[in-house]
């Protein structure tokens, strides 16, 4: 795949997964450690050492000077997701080229492995259009569902108060934050999603999620373009 040209203001589905597909993400440390890294590594400043397998699991500490806006993001077992706004010039390839290369160094050291984690360099897509940004905002915190309803897109979710639930505690995906549940706030920005979907200020926490669950519940939201999916 082509990356695209970056530029500034641009909007970019974000992505990658694990070497062979495998576990990039083993447990609640490693996920916390991406996270940490998603903010840290968001920033004009040298990335410095950050290989330790236990850094401490801090945002919001300090100023930074950005590289990107993270509008959403989502981590499964063996990938993740990102809608990046670019907002220095390089700010995405720098920003993904630390976030690749710290997380993976921590992971190596943590797990006793040696190699490349990821399948190669991160893939990007340009999203142009804003129906496509904003249901791809919708595409990528509906994930989380396939943990506990692995067909949920083919087959009627059978429990649905259950995965209800479910996506709204999974602490590792902008969703929580995005429907007003305190979670990672310092990593996204939000506003510009709201404002796209015509959210009114004072109850966009919830029309958000209905947002959302409209079309978990009636799947005849728009579709992707091929090219927004991860294959």
Not at 205 to 215: A, G, R, S, V
Request: with cysteine.
């Amino acid at each position: 795949m082509h990356k695209p040209k970056f530029e500034n203001r641009h909007f970019y589905h974000v992505y990658n997964r694990g070497v062979e597909k495998r576990d990039t993400f083993m447990d609640d440390h490693d996920r916390f450690r991406f996270i940490h890294d998603l903010y840290e590594f968001n920033d004009t400043a040298p990335a410095g050492k950050f290989s330790e397998v236990r850094p401490p699991i801090v945002v919001g500490k300090h100023k930074r000077d950005m590289l990107v806006k993270i509008h959403v993001f989502c981590l499964m077992t063996n990938h993740y997701h990102l809608i990046l706004e670019q907002i220095k010039d390089g700010g995405i390839v720098q920003f993904m080229k630390k976030l690749g290369t710290g997380y993976a160094m921590y992971f190596n050291e943590k797990y006793t492995r040696v190699g490349p984690l990821f399948q190669g360099r991160f893939k990007a897509i340009l999203v142009d259009e804003d129906r496509y940004l904003s249901h791809l905002s919708r595409y990528i915190h509906l994930n989380p569902f396939e943990l506990i309803e692995p067909k949920w897109q083919e087959v009627r979710i059978q429990n649905w108060d259950k995965a209800r639930e479910f996506l709204e505690t999974y602490r590792w995906s902008s969703f929580m934050d995005y429907i007003g549940k305190k979670n990672f706030p310092s990593i996204t920005s939000r506003d510009f999603i709201y404002k796209l979907i015509s959210l009114k200020i004072e109850t966009q926490n919830d029309e958000y999620k209905n947002f959302i669950y409209e079309f978990a519940h009636n799947k005849n939201g728009i579709d992707l373009p091929d090219q927004l999916l991860l294959e």
